[in-house]
């Protein structure tokens, strides 16, 4: 088993002026390398929340979160940027950067004081752009890019900054369906080339479901991961909306309404 990333008895949340408000509890899963991972629940359930706990943007409430035996709490966040690469929605500010040049960013947890690129920074940023396949768009500015593309440039920046794990939040928001297939795509060749553990939320379950290895599903019950057959075998995504007007079809593997 090539575990990676271990969540023991997680308690997530996020702390109000008066109080902690509690998300999810009792949270146990490992991720390994060479898997594509989602993570689905309906809005509101608590996956940015789990994600930026894994990431040590938040702290538990309970319970820790090891990455390579390591207890994330004690990591430095330069050492962190060596561990976890993150693709986040949040668009970038205004900026004059060249696709290469923002693809080479990736590569800033390693570089010098002054910020220069090594040999060995640029072949990892080379190799980036080869793995996604965009050499084409290396001279555009980034700000010229349609979202899938931009969407592309952010996974390969990620890939550039070589971490053994890629968390990506959303990376299909706002794409539409061919572009979504592209990126999933892109996830699994990713995985099966590199064998990094690659884990991100999504809500295109029925994709989630064709492509990954295993996906996490945050109910209000309680939150699991398994393979994709077995969460349909034993109803786990029947239990995912609470609504008489969507249901999941076992024998279409597929969410439908009506």
Known sequence: MNSILKISDLTIGYQTSKSQIIVAENIDFELEKGKLTALVGANGIGKSTLLKTLLGFEKPFKGSVFLNDKNTLKISSKELAQYVSVVLTEKLPPSNLSVYELIALGRQPYTNWMGKLSDADKEKTDKAIEVTQIQDLIHKKHFELSDGQFQK????????????????????????????????????????????????????????????????????????????ENLIQNGTFDKLFSSESVWFDKEKRKFVFG
């Open 153 to 228: 440039i952010m996974i390969a920046r990620a890939l550039a900054q070589d971490t053994e794990v890629m968390v990506l939040d959303e990376p299909t928001t706002h794409l539409d369906l061919l572009h979504k297939i592209s990126v999933f795509k892109l996830l699994k060749k990713l995985v099966q080339q590199t064998q990094k553990c690659v884990l991100f939320s999504t809500h295109d379950i029925d994709l989630a479901i064709e492509f990954c290895d295993e996906i996490i599903v945050m109910t209000p019950e309680k939150t699991q991961k398994d393979t994709p």
